[in-house]
Each structure stands twice: as structure tokens, then as C-alpha cells.
């Protein structure tokens, strides 16, 4: 298991970034929940799992190429950081996925720079060669912190969804770490 990380956020809160237990999964779920339900961050409307599940999910990962990280603000957490190997096959084990949310309440205070900047991290010790996301064209917030944390676009899929009355485009984005 990786190491946790502690701050003091720019509105004088304590936070913890550490990987995530089994006895986080309810927690990680309700906040999955909270986000999903804004219905224009992530793409599901609620969040895709059980309790139950994530705990399995977190209990069974296979922790040498795969992440579950928390975010705990003044021990409540508010988000969480995914990034699993890029697939089965041999060709996949070079690169990894990312994903990432924090809860309304949690934001604007530097968490999503840490978590990302966790994340990074981990990937770059096991050697991961690149990190790849993808955000929607809309959530100009996460985009803004994907380049500034060196993330450039690869692609761009043109009207692959359709929510708040519109058609936005998936945009692929990937951070490369050999340097």
C-alpha cells in the first residue's frame, strides 16, 4: 500500500490523502453519489456501485498497478482518485487511467491539485509511460487543472453526449512521464 500525504489546504483545513481502506467504500460511494448527481461532471447520474462493491473493489485490487486514493478534509472524505493499468494485455501495461472527483463543498481549496499531483506521483514510480483521462468539453474547471498539471489534449470526440439540452464533445487528454 502507497503512503498517505498531509496538508493543510489554503482555507487553513487539514487534509489527508491516502489510499483508500475497505471501510471507506460507503463514504466514497455517498460522494461518487454527490457528484454524479449534478449530472455534468461524471457520466453516470448516480454512482456506478454498491457499498458493497467498492468495498470488494478496494478489498481484491491488485495495489502494485492500480490506485483508489481518498481525500479526507478534517476527516470527512469529500473525493477520490482512480487509476487503474490500461487493460489486460501486454500492450496496455505502459499506460494507465485516470479518474477523479471532489464534492461541491470541497472545492477551490487545492484538493483536486494535490490528488492529482498524488496520483501523478504513484504512477510515475511503477514506471507507468503515460496517463490518460478524458473530461467533458463543458467542465472547463477540469480542464484548466489537467494542462496546468501538464496534461495535453490528444482528441476530441465531436457530440459524443447529450445532457443539459446540448451535445458535448469527450475530450481526450494524457500526461506523459518519462522525462
Excluded at 487543472?145 to 445532457?163: A, C, N, S, T
Amino acid at each position: 500500500m502507497w503512503r498517505s500525504w498531509h496538508y493543510m489546504t489554503n482555507t487553513g483545513e487539514n487534509l489527508v490523502i491516502r489510499p483508500a481502506f475497505p471501510a471507506d467504500a460507503a463514504d466514497l460511494v455517498e460522494t461518487l453519489e454527490e457528484v454524479s448527481r449534478e449530472g455534468i461532471y461524471l457520466l453516470n447520474d448516480h454512482a456506478p456501485r454498491t457499498a458493497a462493491e467498492q468495498e470488494k473493489i478496494i478489498r481484491y485490487l491488485d495495489w502494485s498497478r492500480n490506485l483508489i486514493a481518498v481525500a479526507l478534509l478534517d476527516n470527512r472524505i469529500v473525493g477520490g482518485i482512480g487509476i487503474f493499468v490500461g487493460g489486460m494485455s501486454p500492450k496496455c501495461q505502459t499506460f494507465c487511467n485516470l479518474g477523479i472527483h471532489l464534492i461541491k463543498s470541497a472545492r477551490s481549496k487545492g484538493i483536486g491539485t494535490r490528488l492529482m499531483t498524488y496520483g501523478i506521483n504513484w504512477a510515475r514510480e511503477r514506471k507507468y509511460h503515460k496517463i490518460c483521462l478524458s473530461v467533458f468539453s463543458t467542465n472547463l474547471r477540469a480542464i484548466k487543472l489537467y494542462q496546468k498539471m501538464g496534461f495535453v489534449i490528444e482528441g476530441r470526440r465531436r457530440e459524443q453526449y447529450y445532457f443539459m439540452n446540448q451535445w458535448v464533445d469527450e475530450i481526450l487528454m494524457a500526461k506523459f512521464l518519462q522525462e
